[in-house]
């Protein structure tokens, strides 16, 4: 991480863009103490697509039946 003061940084701004979009973070001091970090925006997330994947999955009829009761007692600790 890289420190310039706010005078290095106004004269070589498109730079530390370019570097920041690169994945770097550079922080601008004020008076010789950070003021501000400037760090790459986060990718947006992909937009959510629903039905992608109809007919794709398929669900057993019986899937919220009951379990069986040696089953049952597996997951109780019986």
């Known amino acids: 991480m890289e420190t310039f003061n706010i005078h290095e940084a106004k004269t070589h701004f498109s730079k530390l863009v370019d570097s920041v979009m690169q994945g770097n973070e550079i922080v601008i001091a ?3 103490k950070a003021a ?3 760090v790459p925006i986060a990718p947006l997330k992909p937009k959510l697509r629903l039905g992608v994947l109809k007919g794709k999955i398929r ?3 019986d899937f919220d039946a009951p379990l069986a009761d040696d089953v ?3 997951f109780e600790g019986r």
């Open 30 to 32: 004020k008076a010789g």
């Open 36 to 38: 501000v970090k400037l």
């Open 72 to 74: 049952l007692a597996g």
């Open 59 to 61: 669900i057993a009829d």
